[in-house]
């Protein structure tokens, strides 16, 4: 079951992203928050091992897609200068999402069964589908009251948008000198133990209660808020001296190894409170890495994209 | 005293402001009023371009002898980068003797900050959504008879 989403969830990534540069975002978000929508809804019907598996792969088919199209929105609608800032926000209100998950949904579990956790979720998606096919708009220039202020100021990027192009696999996997590789991101992946096994895992190998583990889970997200606004922090421009052959920068090895000292530390204690510390501070070194992990990507791509043109 | 904007329905009322408050100033001024006719429909139809060449074109021929230049809508600024001397006539705007349409345009309005606003609502959803499976698991386990080896949760790598 825990595999079943992340699959579905890599398969469709690309395909996803692809098809919201070929149909818009528009369409493209609605299509995802209602699929997404409509399997968290039928997770409350499931009744065995077998029906939960098959609705998470769905729910991961659907899911997949959402932020490579939110970063096509904001190529749209945001200037260059404000696209950062923009990115900011729709990470850190990943973190945050994160963070309220144990917050409310264990209460509402609590008082109201687990069936009822995900009726109300896809009631937010469906509400959220519903509102962006509404009012959201691929071009800026088509949204009703929109000023000519506000479209001189996003000027050049309120274009069609950019037409799909093949990504660039043999620059995104080799390594570079310059560090534009996606391999930075793999070291990233750790945080995976963090959205499914961390919660299952300080109940059943830590002896949380079910009521602490929904106060305590919510800590490594809360402190991974603050590290996606410290990004300046790890972030590192290609072409730094700090990157090495291999595309990984030292910055990336050396936050890489403090967070598995620190994960290996969190299984090796018995303290409550030493296992939270541990665990937020792993956490937070983890999204440090992540914001630096996307430039790499992206120097990929665009150089790629950019030679492609000259 | 030139006035410019890119719609008529913007030129007379801005042109109407400039006069009430001269009166009231005790001042005696003319004032030569510009409309960028096309300008508006350009920067509508995302040709920024064109909109500031039609801006450009009647900043230079059209208020030649003018003391004062007001745009009357602050987008018409941007084509001050574009033109000799510009510096002057940019320190004049920023120091709020022109761009009368800045004061009625809050920051907070900008409808591409709901836009950004949206896409972090649905960020918070799909991470509550994504961890849902998480946090309930111990109570899906009882009820369903499953164990910790089932893999009661899901994930996203980032």
Redesign the interface.
Known sequence: ??????IA??LFEIPAGALGDRNGQRLE?TRI?AW?SVF?AL?AW????TQ?VGV?FL??VG?AG??PN?SG??SR??PAK?RAR?QG??????????A???L???PI?GAF??RS??VL?AI??AV?SV??WW??RD???Q?A????????????S??EGGTHQAPPWGSCCGSSSSGSSFWPMVL??G??FY??????WM??AAHFS?RE??VY?SFPFLLGTVSQSRRRLALRPAGHPAWNSSGLSDHHVHLSAATSVLLFGMTTVSSQVAIVVLASVSFAIMDLM?PAAWPCVCASVGRTAVSRRA | MGVMATLSTTLAPTVALVRRKAAEAGKNIEIVECLCEGAFEAVMAADTATHDRIVGDALTKRMQGVDVIVLAQASMARVLETLPRAQSARRACESGAGCAAHAGYPRCLRKRYFVVGLLGVVSVITFLDRMAIAVVGPLIQGELHLTPRSGVGCSAPM
Do not use: D, H, K
């Open positions: 079951m825990l595999s079943a989403y992340v969830y890599g978000l928050s997404w968290t997770t499931c009744t065995s091992f939960l998470r729910f991961g899911a959402a932020y939110a929105v904001m609608w945001l404000e923009g926000v729709v990470w850190g209100a990943s973190r945050l999402g994160g309220l998950a144990p409310t949904l264990v579990a069964g687990w956790v995900f979720l937010l998606g959220w509102i962006w009012w959201y071009r800026p220039v949204i009251g929109i000023s000519a202020q506000e479209l001189a100021e996003i000027g050049g309120q274009r990233c992946l945080s995976w959205f499914n096994w961390f919660p299952t109940v059943s079910t583990m929904g889970a992540l």
